[in-house]
Nanobody, 119 residues
Framework: VQLQASGGGLVQAGGSLRLSCAAS????????MGWYRQAPGKERELVAS???????NYADSVKGRFTISRDNAKNTVYLQLNSLKPEDTAVYYC??????????????WGQGTLVTVSS
């Protein structure tokens, strides 16, 4: 199983970006999916998560600005980032709780995509 993240980049404060993360491989189903981020010198933190049924959870720092969604048919999770602030600058990592074709479950991570917000 592989997760491929994309969509990061450089944006001015107040701008928007959309991150995507597609899972591929021997997938039977995916339970939770989501995004973490890690800023320089800081610990990795949960940004947002979404269950297979569509229930979402957000870090307080991004509530009202970021929106997580998923397309179960495409095994893809998205993160819409609006009203970006310089403190949102970080490498964003996606993850997926995958049940594989052997019915084993394991968490997989994407390679990370850099979001840089200039002031």
């Amino acid at each position: 199983v592989q997760l491929q993240a994309s969509g990061g980049g450089l944006v001015q404060a107040g701008g928007s970006l959309r991150l995507s993360c597609a899972a591929s491989g021997s997938i039977f189903s995916i339970n939770g999916m989501g995004w973490y981020r890690q800023a320089p010198g800081k610990e990795r933190e949960l940004v947002a998560s979404i269950t297979s049924g569509g229930s979402t959870n957000y870090a307080d720092s991004v509530k009202g600005r970021f929106t997580i969604s998923r397309d179960n048919a495409k095994n893809t999770v998205y993160l819409q980032l609006n009203s970006l602030k310089p403190e949102d600058t970080a490498v964003y990592y996606c993850y997926a709780e995958v049940v594989d074709l052997g019915l084993g479950d394991e968490d997989y991570w994407g390679q990370g995509t850099l979001v840089t917000v200039s002031s």
